[in-house]
């Protein structure tokens, strides 16, 4: 069984930077899709970025794009969101998230958009989520 395990959130300036990490143990991450969503206040869970399991092909919404890289170190067997250029708009509760071995990220319409990343219904292993704030 997966297990995921979130850290790095904390309070950071306007500009500033963070490097969120998704530590897994029982399993190696060779084989999984990893996604990277957010739930800020009064808001629903979004997708932020996402890996494939394949080609480790990356994809990112719109509005991270340019600011936040998504990458996978098989030899620490962690997953991380590197994020820069941060702004207020990004504070939420962070979550890792994976498939299942077999399962690769698809791409879903949903409100008149398409999105890369695979629903949040669709993962198959959550982190319990670590807060990033920005703020002055």
């Known amino acids: 069984q997966l297990q995921l395990v979130e850290s790095g959130g904390g309070l950071v300036q306007p500009g500033g930077s963070l490097r969120l990490s998704c530590a897994a143990s029982?399993?190696?991450?060779?084989?999984?899709?990893i996604g990277w969503f957010r739930q800020a206040p009064g808001k629903e869970r979004e997708g932020v970025s996402c890996?494939?399991?394949?080609?480790?092909?990356?994809y990112y919404a719109d509005s991270v794009k340019g600011r936040f890289t998504i990458s996978i170190d098989i030899g620490t067997n962690t997953a991380y969101l590197q994020m820069d250029s941060l702004k207020p708009e990004d504070t939420a509760v962070y979550y890792c998230?994976?498939?299942?071995?077999?399962?690769?990220?698809?791409?879903?319409?949903?409100?008149?958009?398409?999105?890369?990343?695979?629903?949040?219904?669709?993962?198959?292993?959550w982190g319990q989520g670590t807060q990033v704030t920005v703020s002055s």
């Open positions: 998230a994976a498939l299942n071995p077999g399962r690769d990220v698809t791409t879903y319409q949903s409100g008149g958009y398409s999105y890369r990343c695979s629903p949040e219904y669709d993962y198959d292993y």
């Open positions: 029982g399993r190696t991450l060779d084989f999984y899709a």
């Open positions: 890996i494939s399991s394949s080609d480790r092909s990356t």
